[in-house]
T-cell receptor, first 115, second 112 residues
Framework: EPEVTQTPSHQVTQMGQEVILRCVPISNHLYFYWYRQILGQKVEFLVSFYNNEISEKSEIFDDQFSVERPDGSNFTLKIRSTKLEDSAMYFC?????????????FGEGSRLTVL | KNQVEQSPQSLIILEGKNCTLQCNYTVSPFSNLRWYKQDTGRGPVSLTIMTFSENTKSNGRYTATLDADTKQSSLHITASQLSDSASYICVVTLYNTDKLIFGTGTRLQVFP
């Protein structure tokens, strides 16, 4: 069964460093998303991406964050100058159609620990 | 404010028993309501998805109901199994956006 894959599964970084989280969405999907979950809290929407551009972003997704689809398969989340409060599980998701009608498939997550 | 609240926060049941989890939401307007299962440290896995016009949706031993008038949903699990131990999250899609709004989840533990 097709699945969303994420790497790394866990990354530890020093405050102020840049981090890139990688995702390989399901191959025929057109819509891509990043969500995050701080330990013990709700999953929160960060950004959606369609047709090689951001279609929607939350207030969390400020200039510190960026997303990119550098080739036909990868979808990346870059976090510049990481802060302690960026420590969280980051989930990538993809869907064939918009969330109005489509199923979102989530990856297993990348746990980011900022020290 | 668009919010999704769930109850109970946690639940312990014995294997083979049934249980019902509750979800109340204030998201308006909404496109659909989903229930996800999330194992600790893993990604959410979809169980059901219902539009505002649907009242019930089943997926094996999982049955979700939706009352769009009272803005309530429930997830009923029949004949629970040890593998049902997980968090169950109610998620509402805000209409005409890409944004899924997650609840805090109900942590279910099934004991033998």
């Amino acid at each position: 069964e097709p699945e969303v894959t994420q790497t790394p599964s866990h990354q530890v970084t020093q405050m102020g460093q840049e981090v890139i989280l990688r995702c390989v969405p399901i191959s025929n999907h057109l819509y891509f998303y990043w969500y995050r979950q701080i330990l013990g809290q709700k999953v929160e929407f960060l950004v959606s991406f369609y047709n090689n551009e951001i279609s929607e972003k939350s207030e969390i997704f400020d200039d510190q964050f960026s997303v990119e689809r550098p080739d036909g398969s990868n979808f990346t989340l870059k976090i510049r100058s990481t802060k302690l409060e960026d420590s969280a599980m980051y989930f990538c998701a993809s869907s064939l159609t918009t969330p109005d009608t489509g199923e979102l498939f989530f990856g297993e997550g990348s746990r980011l620990t900022v020290l | 404010k668009n919010q999704v609240e769930q109850s109970p926060q946690s639940l312990i049941i014995l294997e083979g028993k049934n249980c019902t989890l509750q979800c109340n939401y204030t998201v308006s307007p909404f496109s659909n309501l989903r229930w996800y299962k999330q194992d600790t440290g893993r990604g959410p896995v979809s169980l059901t998805i219902m539009t505002f016009s649907e009242n019930t949706k089943s997926n094996g031993r999982y049955t979700a109901t939706l009352d769009a008038d009272t803005k309530q949903s429930s997830l009923h699990i029949t004949a629970s199994q040890l593998s049902d131990s997980a968090s169950y999250i109610c998620v509402v899609t805000l209409y005409n956006t890409d944004k899924l709004i997650f609840g805090t989840g109900t942590r279910l533990q099934v004991f033998p």
